[in-house]
């Protein structure tokens, strides 16, 4: 992944703020910038997390962004997304080195140099966002070349059998057989330039993998150097990952002992900042996951200022390059994948049972298992380390106070704890890599994100449901608006029996509650259904507990009548029962995640793509760090979409 597919501010740059245009004059830090307004002249100083819809020092007039609902988007526009993407980021990449063969690109994309540069103006205006670059359809006149579905069949059937083999077959080859089996079948014989296109289409390690063998695919992007390559500034590399924390906490209410909390955390890699972090009292799940990640894409002062720490800084965020996770499951419906995808993140799942891989986040996991430890309450690795230590009786902790606990380590961390890994502390190394040094090239500072809602969105687990005259059925729970109306019946083209799928999207927190993205205003509107708020976990006890009422699919209002008999029993039991306790805190940090969001979906917003991203290159693993006492790799668990 090149850095040079990211948006990033130096002398020169244009940025909005407050509605004011400003040109930057100086990076001051990691987080300043000397600007000069652009009416008046004024010099100022702006944070970044001020800025809006940052833009190139010299803006040309993009094409006007289109909202798209991408459940119309075939799988092959999308290939045509990402093939454009690739050819504007060898542009920006030699741009950067001064390199002029830009001709050459266009020639390799078969386009003119004009059409590259504006697929470039287009990609930029949008954010770096893959869906800006999904062809618009046309009804008729020029844009009709489309390819006869039975000459994609036929394309589609040669890669996959004959094209990606150890045969290995040119290009010429390919276009000639190619052509040769549509004339047998009297079709349209596609250009030979269509077909090149197509092939440049195919994934380099899929190419590799089919065409030389598995052992050539692992060779050339699994090679093992000792450490991570490519990990040369901020973002370059993140890890994440998330484990059980050894510390039992109290609920708010009673303060006596419930369970422990889950945390998600996120290092970059070059500078050892904990990018971000999502702490939980829930079952791990994709949620944790995507919450995690926009943690460290968004800037965290307002995050900070409802949670005071003593004046504690964390001026860490951006888009990461590669985001490294474990790889034990895949997400259901490709959830953290797509969401990737759209923003330019390569997701590389790391190897089953080759912990090397996530070497910096395991350490980072386990000095944070080592701190706990220190407080009352913990539990230790095991009975051996935990002797006759009663952690619940010395458990005095609650959720709030645990998360506030663990801003004020990390802000210690990152800047008075000197890294031996890196032979100085998180932050400065973080500076360095943006600001430069004698000895590395300034980098640049990353503007935050324009749609912070939209991002959230992105990553939050979706379904894809057929819409009826009820409305949608999730789980049991019915969801309708007058906003569905229009969508009622609608069946696919091809196929009057099978209804159009459409994509929803639910937080399991809250899950009375789901997001649909409308087509006609291209915006999210939000769809209930008829019960109060409560988590999927919640809805899972409920329908159990139904089934051993003898009701197999109760309707809303068992449902209903339920959780209203449960959440009576968790307050009457909640002084005596760790389970009631547990239950009854786990609903009040859903409502505070409740509160803290945004009421409605964004106004506008690009809705993500349904298929999964290509495989990417793996970088190579880092070596397997020492041995921590006390902490336990085999607790770390897997992150998966238990939303089901």
Same mark, same amino acid.
């Given at each position: ?49 001020? =800025? #809006? &819809?940052?833009?190139?020092? $010299? ?5 006007? +962004?289109?909202? !798209? @609902?991408?459940?119309?988007? %075939? ?54 966002? =893959? #869906? &800006?670059?999904?062809?618009? $359809? ?5 844009? +009709?070349?489309? !390819? @006869?579905?039975?000459?994609? %069949? ?491």
């Amino acid at each position: 992944m090149s850095a040079a597919t990211r948006q990033f501010l130096d002398t020169g740059s244009q940025v909005l703020a407050n509605g004011r245009t400003y040109t930057v004059l100086q990076l001051l830090d990691i987080n300043l910038l000397m600007c000069r307004e652009d009416a008046s002249g004024e010099r100022a100083v702006l944070d970044l997390s001020q =800025l #809006s &819809s940052p833009r190139a020092a $010299k803006p040309i007039a993009a094409t006007p +962004q289109r909202q !798209l @609902d991408l459940q119309t988007i %075939t799988n092959d526009d999308w290939l045509r997304a990402e093939f454009k993407r690739t050819r504007v980021k060898a542009l920006w990449e030699q741009s950067r080195h001064g390199d002029s063969s830009y001709k050459s690109i266009a020639a390799n994309a078969g386009v003119s140099v004009g059409t590259l540069y504006r697929w470039a103006e287009i990609y930029r205006a949008s954010g770096c966002v =893959l #869906s &800006s670059l999904i062809e618009e $359809k046309r009804d008729g006149g020029r844009g +009709q070349g489309r !390819l @006869d579905e039975a000459v994609e %069949t036929i394309i589609s059937d040669y890669v996959g059998n004959d094209y990606l083999t150890l045969q290995k077959p040119t290009p010429a080859a390919a276009a000639r057989e190619i052509r040769r089996r549509c004339s047998n079948a009297e079709l349209p014989l596609p250009a030979v330039n269509t077909i090149r296109l197509r092939l440049g289409w195919i994934a380099e390690r899929e190419h590799v993998k089919k065409r030389q063998g598995t052992a050539a695919a692992e060779d050339k992007f699994d090679k093992i150097e000792g450490s991570i390559p490519n990990a040369n500034w901020p973002l370059a590399i993140v890890q994440m990952d998330h484990t059980l924390l050894p510390v039992m906490i109290v609920d708010d209410v009673h303060r006596l002992p419930i369970k422990r909390a889950w945390i998600t955390l996120a290092i970059d890699v070059f500078s050892r900042v904990c990018l971000g972090f999502y702490l939980t009292l829930d079952p791990p799940s994709a949620m944790s996951a995507g919450m995690c990640v926009t943690h460290c894409m968004l800037p965290k002062n307002e995050w900070l200022s409802q949670r005071p720490t003593n004046g504690g800084k964390w001026p860490f965020f951006g888009t990461m390059d590669s985001l490294h996770c474990d790889n034990a499951r895949e997400f259901r419906g490709h959830m953290l994948l797509v969401a990737c995808n759209e923003y330019d993140i390569d997701l590389i799942l790391r190897p089953v049972k080759k912990p090397r891989y996530g070497a910096h986040i395991e350490r980072l996991m386990g000095t944070v298992s080592e701190a706990l430890k220190s407080l009352k309450g913990a539990t230790f690795s095991g009975p051996d380390e935990k002797g006759e230590y009663d952690a619940d009786g010395n458990s005095c902790m609650t959720f709030e106070e645990l998360e506030k606990w663990l801003i004020l380590m990390f802000t210690n961390y990152h800047c008075n704890v000197v890294h031996t890994g890196i032979g100085t502390t998180p932050e400065q190394r973080w500076r360095e890599g943006l600001m430069g040094t004698k000895t590395l090239p300034r980098r640049g500072l990353q503007p935050p994100p324009a749609d912070t809602e939209k991002l959230r969105l992105d990553f939050m687990p979706f379904h894809e449901r057929v819409i009826n005259p009820y409305g949608v059925e999730i789980d049991g729970l019915n969801y309708f608006d007058d906003i569905l109306r229009p969508y009622i019946g609608r069946t696919q083209p091809d196929n009057p029996k099978r209804g159009i799928e459409y994509r929803f999207r639910r937080d399991p927190r809250d899950v009375s509650r789901i997001y649909f993205f409308e087509e006609s205003t291209q915006r999210y509107y939000t769809v209930r259904s008829a019960l109060p708020p409560l988590s999927i976990w919640e809805l899972r006890e409920v329908k159990q507990l139904a089934k051993e009422q003898g009701v197999e699919k109760p309707d809303e209002r068992q449902m209903f009548e339920i959780l209203t008999q449960m959440r009576k029993i968790e307050d009457a039991a909640a002084a005596k029962t760790r389970a009631a306790r547990s239950a009854k805190q786990q609903r009040t940090e859903h409502a505070k995640a409740r509160k803290g969001a945004a009421t409605e979906p964004p106004q506008e917003a690009t809705a993500v793509p349904n298929a999964p991203a290509p495989a990417s290159r793996e970088p190579d693993p880092a070596p397997v760090p020492d041995a921590i006492k006390g902490y336990d790799p085999s607790r770390i668990r897997p992150i998966e979409d238990d939303d089901d």
